[in-house]
């Protein structure tokens, strides 16, 4: 049985407020040319396919001819789709009873007890090796621990999970949301029964344990994240090897780069200019700026993405961090109503990675609707 993995698409994702939908659809076209090359029976996409529970047209777009140009090259591989925290389940599973008879498997349930009492999939490979697989949508902690207590996997057939959460000491980046009902800090030994446990939510490629890796995203959705190496996993399952994992290289349309330097440097190093097309996070290290620097360097770097004055004190952006994720756990623990502010402000890092100084108008009439709702009530 050969699968390949991956997740955490987030298809229409906006960056700094450049759209990744031509980054998107060359990734998905590598991966689609990984598909064609080989012979593989499975592909799972791990959660979130989409970026925003209202994805765009073009985003929607985009994966549709995806699948379309899988099935219709090869319509026998199996293709497993699971809703991730940033999907909305009711839209992801659309057609999704259509779509199974033509071997594209959406699982997009909420109710526990549902997905509990499905049958896995079993899926035959060339040599008449079957595995049953599993698949666990995003879910709260406490029902991910029901399933994996209540499923009994068939001892006669290897039997393969695909879910989407997060496991104790999986190393995290900024672009994950961690706050929106998340299934948070599973024990990953809770998956013991399982042959193999594909998991999805963190952006990072990394090894859990013998038997539970996350794919990781295929690009960087953040300029923390590119310090990971992105890949693609090559599953094998055999009669004869139980379990063998292989990372494919992503190789994006465009690279991240941070560059820290003044800027007259950054406008006039040679080595810079075979940058011009990158996405670029650019630390001055000047104490002024000339007038209108960041227009300047967008006409020799269009893809500069964010601009800022490099500080020398190392717990600045680590506070902001610090800050940002405290409101997260309170949302997440707490199940409690928040100063709108704080949390619109924690949305804003997360999704921009700005703070409110821009917002003040946005903020007082978040405050102001939200006032009038209570009142309401």
């Excluded at 963190?202 to 038997?211: A, D, F, G, W």
């Amino acid at each position: 049985m050969k699968i390949l993995q991956t997740g955490d698409l987030h298809l229409g994702k906006i960056l700094y407020e450049y759209s990744l939908i031509e980054d998107q659809k060359h990734i998905l076209n590598e991966l689609k040319n990984i598909l064609l090359n080989d012979e593989y029976d499975v592909l799972a996409l791990t959660g979130d396919i989409y970026d925003r529970a209202v994805p765009s047209p073009e985003a929607v777009k985009l994966f549709d001819t995806f699948l379309t140009e899988i099935h219709a090259k090869k319509p026998k591989i199996s293709i497993m789709i699971i809703s991730g925290n940033h999907d909305s389940a009711k839209r992801l599973s659309f057609a999704s009873k259509l779509l199974s008879s033509n071997n594209i498997y959406i699982c997009a349930e909420s109710d526990i007890e549902k997905i509990i009492n499905q049958k896995p999939i079993t899926i035959t490979d060339s040599k008449n090796f079957q595995c049953d697989f599993y698949l666990l949508p995003f879910v709260y902690a406490e029902d991910i621990k029901k399933f994996a207590e209540t499923v009994n996997p068939s001892k006669e057939k290897p039997a393969i999970l695909f879910s989407h959460c997060l496991t104790l000491g999986a190393e995290t980046s900024s672009s994950e949301r961690t706050f929106v009902g998340n299934a948070e800090n599973l024990d990953s030994g809770i998956f013991s029964k399982f042959s193999y446990t594909g998991l999805g939510h963190i952006h990072k490629p990394q090894k859990v344990s013998e038997k539970i890796y996350y794919a990781g995203s295929p690009l960087p959705y953040s300029f923390d994240e590119i310090k990971y190496e992105k890949s693609f996993l090559k599953i094998e399952i055999t009669e004869e090897n139980p379990l063998s994992i292989e990372k494919i290289p992503a190789n994006p349309l465009r690279k991240f780069r941070i560059i820290k330097d003044s800027f007259q440097n950054f406008l006039e190093k040679p080595e810079y200019k075979d940058f011009k097309d990158d996405y670029i996070e650019f630390l001055c290290t000047d104490s002024v700026l000339p007038t209108a620097a960041s227009g300047t360097l967008k006409k020799f770097f269009p893809n500069l993405m964010t601009f800022q004055l490099f500080s020398d004190s190392e717990n600045d952006e680590k506070t902001e961090e610090k800050i940002s994720n405290e409101v997260k756990q309170k949302m997440f623990e707490e199940k409690e109503s928040l100063p709108i502010k704080e949390v619109f402000g924690a949305f804003v890092k997360d999704i921009f990675g700005k703070d409110l100084t821009d917002y003040e108008k946005e903020v007082k009439i978040l405050e102001k609707i939200a006032s009038g709702l209570e009142k309401e009530e």
